[in-house]
Nanobody, 126 residues
Framework: QVQLVESGGGLVQAGGSLRLSCTASDSTFDSYAMGWFRQAPGRERGFVAG????????LYEDRVKGRFTATRDNAKNTLYLQMDDLKPEDTAIYYC???????????????????WGQGIQVTVSS
């Protein structure tokens, strides 16, 4: 069972940047497709970005395209989310997740994810 730990959240002004990290507990990291989700108060957890097992394929939710960049370093068992030009509507708790998939698939639905990090707060002030 892989354990995921997020770091890098915090408070930033609109237009600023943050980089989130998600580190896995063991070297099975590269056997999972990975994803970032977020949950704002009163809303359901929603997809932000998903990566294939190699990281060669990446998919973004429309509202973050061109502003967020998701990458993974399988040698370091770590997933990243670089967030630029942040907006107040990006304020949420951000979660990383690991999904068992075949080949280089990307998992979009939260129900596909077997493991989750504890979540980390990102707050963007206007």
């Amino acid at each position: 069972q892989v354990q995921l730990v997020e770091s890098g959240g915090g408070l930033v002004q609109a237009g600023g940047s943050l980089r989130l990290s998600c580190t896995a507990s063991d070297s099975t990291f590269d056997s999972y497709a990975m994803g970032w989700f977020r949950q704002a108060p009163g809303r359901e957890r929603g997809f932000v970005a998903g990566l294939s097992r190699s990281g060669d394929k990446v998919l973004y939710e429309d509202r973050v395209k061109g502003r967020f960049t998701a990458t993974r370093d399988n040698a370091k068992n770590t997933l990243y989310l670089q967030m630029d030009d942040l907006k107040p509507e990006d304020t949420a708790i951000y979660y990383c997740g690991a999904a068992t998939v075949s080949g280089e698939a990307i998992a979009v639905l939260s129900s596909r994810y077997s493991y989750w990090g504890q979540g980390i707060q990102v707050t963007v002030s206007s």
